[in-house]
């Protein structure tokens, strides 16, 4: 795949790949870098000459990169129709050849059974989606009932998620701000991850039922964005102190030498340079914010969302197997949302994501 | 924009940097290190003062205390007569380092216009001063590119150009063209004593490069490592105009030859190199290392 990118992008031209933005950028990149040089200025790289050799390497890369975006992307998206397809095969070729009854080997079964209760075809799960809910008459198509329980998930999820956002950066500025409080809050923050989450979720309902403050009484969808928000907190906290602390001793004598304080050096530095290290941080926090509200949905026996949606069809699955394989769709199609609203965060930071070359 | 500020302060108007008596030790693991003994340096206002010397003679450290980014032990550092704290906070020095620096989300023309942006300069004064100080440097049309779209040099020249934003009447620099090649750098010096021609600014420059030095400054500062402390300072004699014509010149190869010199203390059998550059220019500059020895 690389070999095919790199021997594309040093097919000189900007009609080398196929039009787009990128790569109108690239083409122009290479035409203002063909003016550089022979002007003398470009600094004739790779000569003895270590900052400007990665430099150089750098933009031939980044021209490799770019110039065959296009083709790149579709690469991408057919690999993963692939894998998908694979997954699709695997499971049908095992259901037809494999014994109905599944491999069994001095009485433990090692292999599943594969009888249409234990692992439905593909295709009827998903013809599944799209029939009623239940034989009453004018159900909602399954899909329907799985799109909304997933969107109250969602919802709680994203409570979570800012939640745990707001208490992930504010530890990481404290542990920032005071070295003694870095190395008193860490392991606590460490070993707050250790608890078991199913154990915890009853006891957080407990005490939320009680709590009640003038009008605000505390509903039980916010115990479950309260465990939500426990799982999320932690990558955040984590990805946003490595974050603030990723600039090099250059940039904040820099800002010393410009004589402007902590909180300006934040500002200015520390809060765009971590971009590049909280954005898998709050990836990986969405997703564990999703984990965190199915489960502590489960556990609480929270009514309306997917978890609860997950359970009641599992219990059907006798009858209707295909059935209890809606709601699964329905948590991974939840995970790549979530997963994509943080791409789209990623492309609109896109130029915080830069690295510097030669520092 | 400066230069009315510095003006002001009466007896000591002259001198740009002061140094009197510094000491600099640090607390190691395996006890102190003695960086810097008794150093007194003067620089005075609008002249290029190279620091020369061995790894490890503590010349960077000097640039640093003159900086504010380190603290002296002993002794005391004046710039324009202020303190080195106070000189940082009143923006008194420009400063570059051996990396380049720059911030890579922000354009080429946003990490010129950095130092400005952060104290106050209105949008549309920050924007004529960084397209003058772009083409002063040669980057007018990068104006908008990132610093990871740039090749080392220009990169550097980015920093210069940061350095100048506001004016400073002091430049420090640290190897500022350390990473760059032969070519880039010579080419870089010439157009660093085309700028401080232009803008008049006295310059603190740290080097190890001995061509470097005698090209670009009014004096050299030999120092030696352990403890790192001034050995000799010598005074180029390279009257006129700084051009590329100059590097062929036998003054310059006779200054080049009086630092190689001073660098192995005087001992004339440190002179592997002397013997290749220069060969007989040993005896005709001799005299003019004695001259002003501190």
Same mark, same amino acid.
Request: proline share 15%; glycine share 16%.
């Given at each position: 795949m690389t070999t095919g990118a790199e021997t594309e992008g040093l097919?000189?031209?900007?009609?080398?790949?196929?039009?787009g933005l990128d790569t109108a950028a690239g083409g122009l990149l290479d035409q203002r870098s063909g003016v550089e040089n022979p002007a003398g200025r470009?600094?004739?790289?790779?000569?003895?000459?270590p900052a400007g050799r990665v430099a150089r390497n750098e933009r031939i890369e980044t021209k490799a990169r770019q110039t065959p975006r296009g083709a790149r992307e579709l690469q991408v998206w057919a690999y993963g129709a692939l894998g998908l397809a694979a997954i699709v095969i695997v499971w049908e070729l095992y259901k037809l050849l494999a014994p109905a009854d599944g491999v069994v080997i001095g009485g433990l079964r090692v292999l599943p059974r594969t009888t249409d209760l234990a692992m439905p075809h593909i295709w009827d799960m998903l013809a599944r989606l799209f029939?009623?809910?239940?034989?009453?008459?004018g159900a909602a198509p399954l899909w329907a009932a799985v799109g909304a329980g997933a969107l109250v998930t969602l919802g709680i999820a994203a409570v979570g998620w800012l939640v745990g956002l707001v208490v992930g950066v504010g530890l990481a500025l404290v542990m920032l701000r005071w070295r003694l409080a870095e190395w008193g809050l860490l392991p606590w923050i460490i070993l707050?991850?250790?608890?078991p989450l199913i154990a915890f979720a009853p006891i957080v309902r407990s005490w939320g039922s009680k709590i009640q403050i003038g009008g605000f009484e505390w509903a039980d969808w916010m115990s479950v964005a309260l465990i939500a928000s426990y799982l999320a907190f932690f990558p955040i906290a984590i990805g946003a102190l490595r974050g603030l602390q990723s600039p090099d001793v250059i940039h904040t004598e820099l800002m010393r030498s410009y004589g402007i304080g902590w909180w300006r050096t934040l500002v200015k530095l520390r809060v765009p340079a971590s971009v590049p290290y909280l954005l898998p941080a709050l990836r990986l926090g969405a997703a564990n914010a999703v984990i965190g509200a199915v489960v502590a949905e489960v556990s609480t026996g929270l009514q309306g969302g997917l978890g609860r949606i997950l359970i009641q069809y599992a219990g059907q699955a006798s009858g209707d197997?295909?059935?209890?394989?809606g709601p699964i769709f329905g948590a991974i199609v939840l995970g790549l949302v979530v997963a994509g609203s943080i791409a789209l965060l990623g492309v609109f930071l896109k130029n915080y994501r830069r690295v510097e070359v030669n520092a | 924009m400066n230069q009315a500020q510095h003006g002001?302060?009466?007896?000591?108007?002259?001198?740009?940097v002061t140094v009197t008596g510094v000491d600099k030790t640090f607390d190691t693991r395996s006890g102190q290190v003695?960086?810097?003994? $008794?150093i007194n340096l003067t620089v005075k206002a609008g002249e290029f003062v190279s620091l020369i010397g061995p790894?490890?003679?503590g010349k960077s450290t000097l640039m640093r205390i003159i900086a504010d980014l380190d603290q002296p032990t002993a002794g005391s550092v004046a710039v324009f007569g202020k303190s080195a704290g106070q000189a940082r906070l009143d923006q008194d020095y420009g400063i570059a380092f051996?990396?380049?620096?720059?911030?890579?989300?922000?354009?080429v023309a946003a990490n010129v216009g950095l130092p400005l942006e952060l104290h106050g300069v209105g949008s549309a004064a920050r924007a004529a001063r960084v397209a003058e100080l772009l083409s002063m440097v040669g980057l007018t049309e990068f104006a908008?590119?990132?610093?990871?779209?740039?090749s080392g040099g220009m990169q550097q020249r980015v920093a210069i150009a940061r350095s100048l934003a506001e004016s400073p009447s002091l430049l420090l620099m640290d190897?500022?063209? $350390?990473?760059?090649?032969e070519m880039t750098r010579e080419r870089m010096q010439t157009e660093l004593v085309r700028i401080c021609a232009e803008t008049q600014a006295a310059v603190v420059f740290v080097t190890h490069s001995i061509p470097e030095a005698v090209y670009l400054s009014d004096r050299v500062v030999v120092m030696s490592a352990r403890p790192g402390r001034i050995q000799e300072i010598v005074p180029m004699r390279l009257d006129g105009e700084r051009t590329e014509s100059l590097r062929e010149d036998t003054r310059y190869f006779e200054m080049i030859t009086a630092v190689r010199e001073a660098l192995h203390g005087?001992?004339?059998?440190?002179?592997i190199a002397t013997g290749g550059l220069a060969t007989g220019s040993v005896a005709a500059s001799a005299p003019v290392r004695g001259a002003e020895t501190r």
């Open positions: 097919r000189p031209g900007p009609e080398a790949g196929p039009p470009g600094n004739p790289a790779g000569r003895g000459n029939e009623p809910v239940t034989r009453a008459e707050s991850q250790t608890v197997p295909a059935k209890a394989w | 002001a302060p009466s007896q000591t108007t002259a001198d740009a003695h960086a810097l003994q $008794g790894s490890g003679c051996q990396q380049a620096g720059l911030l890579p989300w922000r354009t908008d590119r990132y610093p990871d779209q740039l190897e500022p063209f $350390g990473a760059l090649d005087g001992n004339p059998g440190g002179g």
